[in-house]
T-cell receptor, first 113, second 111 residues
């Protein structure tokens, strides 16, 4: 009964490969996000979708492509992985306009070698 | 663009000592939120403050929102080893707008 679940938890891959991270929320929230957390713990917003519509698209290389098939799912596909992509990626969800903050998934630790 | 600054970046305390982290926004906020991330874990929502000058308490944690709605603080009384983690503030300029996180304060508690 996990609220925001993302898979895989760990991902080790070689430079140049393409990989995907999946995220699903069962909270009925209308907005989902992808955050990148670097080694210094800084949380940087990458993308946000509201009811399947892209509403935030930060300055992220176009090798990163989000996809939201429905409002309960937001996946992240990364092409041509680079060493600098190594980080922890968090999916989160919220209900726009409601109190209660964001609910984060447990994170995907991506290591590019 | 909106910036949220948080100090200190690191804080080491002895168990039983108090701890405070401060958050400042470059713009007036609609609300500020606080999150805690345990080592190896994910950010967990603690609280949201919306009113000017608001003070809220959760057991040993006291959260304040400044009168001008541009700054906030989190104070922990008599820290315990279970308080270890990174504390983030995050602000929104309007309800439902982008949530901008501070850099976080990493708290270490020595037993």
């Amino acid at each position: 009964d996990t609220a925001v679940s993302q898979t895989p938890k760990y991902l080790v891959t070689q430079m140049g490969n393409d990989k995907s991270i999946k995220c699903e929320q069962n909270l009925g929230h209308d907005t989902m996000y992808w955050y990148k957390q670097d080694s210094k713990k800084f949380l940087k917003i990458m993308f946000s979708y509201n009811n399947k519509e892209l509403i935030i698209n930060e300055t992220v290389p176009n090798r990163f492509s989000p996809k939201s098939p429905d409002k309960a799912h937001l996946n992240l596909h990364i092409n041509s992985l680079e060493l600098g992509d190594s980080a922890v990626y968090f999916c989160a969800s919220s209900q726009r306009g409601a109190a209660g903050g964001y609910t984060f998934g447990s994170g995907t630790r991506l290591t590019v070698v | 663009g909106q910036q949220v600054m948080q100090i200190p970046q690191y804080q080491h305390v002895q168990e039983g000592e108090d701890f405070t982290t401060y958050c400042n926004s470059s713009t007036t906020l609609s609300n500020i939120q606080w999150y805690k991330q345990r080592p190896g874990g994910h950010p967990v929502f603690l609280i949201q403050l919306v009113k000017s000058g608001e003070v809220k308490k959760q057991k040993r944690l006291t959260f304040q929102f400044g009168e001008a709605k541009k700054n906030s603080s989190l104070h922990i009384t008599a820290t315990q080893t279970t308080d270890v983690g990174t504390y983030f503030c995050a602000g929104q300029e309007t309800s439902g707008s982008r949530l901008t996180f501070g850099e976080g304060t990493q708290l270490t508690v020595n037993p």
